[in-house]
């Protein structure tokens, strides 16, 4: 059976920049021996898929109680080569909205997906901390067994991390697609799965069910509800800014698989994040009756 996974991430605090929210939203994930199972389902065959549509552009907002924090982008660049490997280029844009005391976020993320299981090849992101740029690069050496993690300023590198790579990864972003992917071949079943993840250094897993329902989901992006399958579930491990714990989301339930809101836990409370807009050729959402 293929696995397929999903990690919506609490986040403490008002203060805590929309990235910090929308990164936990959609944390790295590992997929434990998903190159096999996914061949096996036939995936790797398939060369177009109906989810990965060339310039799909989703965007999402972030709230906490009644105030907006910020947006993040999600851009499906096109179908390139790199590395000799057939894939897809990802990108994401997230921003917080000015007048927020403590918050002022910008960041990019780039990710290159293997186009056949969509696992990880490279990603990096780049944000300004004190008026400096910060990025962190993923370099995985799968012939190594090596995922080394660097963070660099300017161009010189300060910090470092290797970890084993003994799987198949898929990170953040590509993560948004491949969830959307694997709910699709459920073809509506219910499935519950325990998913190894790594987000920045820590690696554990997620506890994930998806299709557990239909229901309707109301978004900004649509002045109707849209009919929807929820999926929750929880994170086994506190990551960086104290991610843990439980959540629950909504996807629409239709062939486009398009994620619409998602509910997380935080020490002080929950955050909500709902679809804001989405630009995709020929989408008509399903809608609740």
Known sequence: MLKRSASFVAIPGLSISTLL?????????????????????????????????????????????????????????????????????????????GGIPFVNYHAVYETYADARTLMCISTYNEKQEGGKPVRSDYIFNYAGKVLTWEESVKG???????????????????????????????????ETLTVPIVS???????????NEKREK??????????????????INF??????????????????AEVPLRADLKVILGSIVVKLKSIDRDSWIPPRAE
């Open 21 to 97: 929210i929308l990164k936990a939203i959609f944390a790295s994930v590992l997929f434990h021996d998903m190159g096999t199972e996914m061949r096996l389902s036939g995936w790797s065959s398939a060369e177009e898929r109906f989810i990965m549509q060339p310039r799909e552009s989703v965007t999402f907002e972030a709230s906490y109680l009644f105030f907006k924090l910020g947006t993040v982008k999600f851009e499906l660049l096109g179908k390139t080569v790199y590395q000799g490997v057939p894939s897809y280029r990802i990108r994401a844009f997230i921003n917080s909205y």
């Open 156 to 190: 010189v590198v300060k910090k470092k991390v290797e970890m084993p790579l003994d799987t198949s990864y898929t990170d953040g972003l590509s993560f948004f697609y491949y969830v959307r992917e694997a709910c699709k071949s459920a073809e509506g079943r219910k």
């Open 200 to 210: 920045d250094t820590v690696r554990s897993s997620v506890n994930l069910t998806i």
């Open 217 to 234: 989901c109301k978004v900004e992006a649509f002045d109707f509800p849209i009919e929807s399958e929820r999926l929750s579930g929880h």
């Open 238 to 255: 506190e990551g960086t800014f104290g991610v843990t714990g439980q959540f629950v989301g909504w996807i629409s339930a239709d062939s």
